[in-house]
Structure formats: structure tokens, C-alpha cells
């Protein structure tokens, strides 16, 4: 069977005076594509892969040259630094997503751990197992969300590499340019070949398609590319364009609804069976929690040892427990091992860019504990309620929260999600002790009381969320939390046990 770029026509040339023409035309239109794109906040990612010495930094000049370079930034992937390699592999990635309106250039890009990498030997066969699916999975989430998503793989022969390695290491000033690492991929050419042949058409998608750029001759290579930017951009823009003339028809329509078409059939079926009568006196309570922060005082130094990181997630209703439950927690665990990061309303700059992305930024690297007090769940309940994101949106995250937690579980996190539960009438005993006292009154809002008026419609939510995200690799722990000792005790003996098995799998292995 022939491969993808052996039916490449390499031959293509044009000359210096159509490229110059065409390119000028070009150049007019893409300055004013971008400045449409920074109005209409669609954010656009581009990436440059193929062989060494196509012509990857010459083709970016040549692109970026009409633009405003104020609405774009150039990003150089090379091998994974000490951190990036502590972190899932796309977290480098996703933390260098452009917000909405800008335009995010990569030179390489994540494909490096599926070409390069799996080339030199340090992608493991079990990484490349995950690779691509967790590549499509990722270029999938953002165009979802609205980023145009270009990938240029840039092809010429093995021949036509060779002659300009020469001449790149003819030249004191340019040898450096020419690794070791290109020599051998030359040399070996043909393996390498397949390596990217394979990758082509296991992430060419409707949603990221490959553009395959003949890059012998450079002047074609630079108008192809930039041609095939401009339409991508004017596609995007008229789309868009249109569903904003379709919901300016419907403002005066009322909102869409926010309830969920695809109701679960049994309302309440997990929260309403929670025996909340659980309890624990104050003296087993303390009895317990010694017991149980001392144990996980040598977990956490043990989990940095072996490099495991870890990531607590907290969920629950409004003064359900879930500080008080994090504050046991972390008394007992070195502070320089973990962090807390308290999830408020996102702001401008997390708003413009992909829901996930903040959450991203705090993911712990190996060894590390990240504690989330509210998460990237409030898509699914607080977004979803008060129609801060559309139905499509919302139902598109289970799936979306899913695949970013089983990207972090491939990298070997454990990932544990509490949902703090307590009953209408322990939340409003509980509202009112803080509105009477002093020393917790700023614990209580305007807003908590109001949310309390949307009870049922979280109780709904927040069943259907349980059912959808709770996996082998995630699980939801649901947390009887009428009597708060139970639930700091429950919530530490979770945390031990699920830390215990954890290492003495690693022991094992």
C-alpha cells in the first residue's frame, strides 16, 4: 500500500515574480483577516511540522511579515525542560493556547512526542499508546470551542535534505542549526518517514486537517501556506458572522432553556439515597484524625520520593464543608508538597480562553499535590444554572472533563473528586450561624442565599454530573457531611487508602 507522501508531486515551482505578485495580494488580505479575527475573538492556533530543513522558520517569516506582531506570538518547541517533563505532556501546550483574538504560531508543536521523541527513543511505547488519542482529544476541545486549528507538515526528499544540511554546516554561523539527532533522521530517512506517515493519518481530522505543503521550491511552500491560512481565516469569520446575524434575529426570543434534553431517568438518584445520619462524637473524631495525619504525613513524603503527583478535587454545596475538610488535610503535609488553589469566578483574561485552560496552569507537576476548592465542574453546575455557557456547551464538557482527567491519570495522578453533601436544613442552620457570628460573616453572601432558591435545579445538576464523570480514574467520593467530623474523617481515610494502594502498586511494579 502506498503511503500518504509517497503520492506527494514534489516537482511543483513558481517563479519569483508570481510569488512576489500573489504574495502581495496575500499579505493585504491576511493583515485584515487577523484584525477581523481580533474582533470577532476567534482565536487561531498554527503549527509547522515536517522534515528537517523545510523551511519551517523561513515559511513563519514569511506568514508573520503582514501582521501586527502584537496579535501573535512564535513559539520554538524543542526537547521537554526538567519541569515540562514533571507535568502531562500537553500542559506545556495548553498553557501557551492564544486567548480569544490572538494567534498562537508553533514551530513543532505536541507532535514532537509522537516524531522526534518516538524517533530517539524517548517516547515509550506505553506514552505513544496514549499519544495520539490525547492529541486528537486536545485539538478536538479546542476547535469546540471555537480556535481555528491549521497544521502545516512541510515535505521534501531525502536528497533535497541532505544538500542543505551541507550547506547549513558550510558556514560556521549557520552549523549549529544541524543537530546530530537531523543527521541521523537523514540517514535513516525512510524509517523516519513512516514515523510520520503514520502520524499524518492518524491525527488528520475534520476538525485539525493536515495541510501538506510541497516545500522543494520555497516560493511555492510560502504561497501555499499562506494561502491556505487566508481561507481557513476567511471561512471561519463568514461562519461566524452568520450565527451572529442568526442571534441577533432571536434577542428577542427568550434564552435558550437551560434544561437538559437528555434528562436522567431516575431525578436524585444518588444524592437522595446519602445517609446524612452519619456521625462521629468529638472524641473519635480526634482519636481518628491523629491517627490519620500522621499516616498521611509519611504518604506525602513518600509520594515525593517516588515522583507520584496527586490532585484533590472539592465539590459540594455552599457551606458544606469543604474548607474545613481541606485545612485537615493540609495541616499535616509539608507546605513546600502541595497547593491550594481556591476557584472564584474566571476573570477577563480567563475568559478568554478555553474553560479548562486556568485549571490547566495548576495542575502539580510529579511529586506534588494540587488541591482544587471548586473546579473545573462549576462548567457543568454553576455555568450551566445560570446560563453563563450554552446547553451545547455544557453537555459537550462531560466528555471534555473526562478526557483531561484521563490524560492526567495516563501520567500516573491520582485524581480523587469529593462532593461535600449536606441537606437544605443543615445548609440554612449553617448560613445563619456565620450571619451570626462575627468572625464568619464573610463566609456568607447575598449570592448563597440566592442559590439556595436554585436548589432542585443543582440537585439535578449536580446527580447528573455525579453519573457522567465518575470513572476508574477519577472517581467522585460523595462525602456525608451533616456532622463535620464525619466528613474531615471520611474525606482523610479516602485520601490515605487511595495513597496506600497507589504506592503499593508502585512497590510492586
Known sequence: MEEMLDQIDLSKKMEKKEFRRQMDDLGVKIARLQRE??????????VFEGFGASGKGSLINQLIRPLDPRGFHVYAINGESEDEQMHPFLWRFWIKMPEKGRIAIFDRSWYRRVL??????????KQLAHAYQEINTFEETLADDGTVIIKFFLDITKKEQKKRFEKLLDSKETAWRVSKGDLQRNKEFERYKEMNDEMLQKTDTEYAPWVIVEAMDREY???????????????RIAVVKEKKKIAQERTKEKKEPQEDDMKISMKSSILSNVDLSLAYTKEEYKERLSALQKRLSLLHSELYRRRIPVV????????????G??????ECMDPRGYRVNPTAAPNDIEKAHHYLWRFWQNMPKDGHVAIFDRTWYGRVMVERIEGFCTPREWKRAYREINEMEEQLANNGTVILKFWMQIDKDEQERRFKERQENPEKQWKITEEDWRN????????????EMLIRTSTTYAPWII???????YARIKVLESVVEALEQRLKKEKAE
Open 221 to 235: 511552500a510560502a504561497v501555499k501556506v499562506v494561502s491556505a491560512v487566508v481561507e481557513r481565516l476567511e471561512h
Open 37 to 46: 479575527c481580533k474582533e470577532l475573538k476567534i482565536p487561531v492556533v498554527i
Open 116 to 125: 522526534v521523541d518516538r524517533f530517539d527513543g524517548v517516547t515509550t511505547e
Open 452 to 463: 439556595r432558591e436554585k436548589w432542585d435545579q443543582y440537585e439535578e445538576a449536580v446527580d
Open 325 to 330: 475538610a481541606i485545612k485537615r488535610l493540609t
Open 312 to 323: 484533590l478535587a472539592f465539590e459540594g454545596w455552599d457551606a458544606g464543608g469543604k474548607g
Open 479 to 485: 462525602v456525608e457531611g451533616n456532622n463535620k467530623y
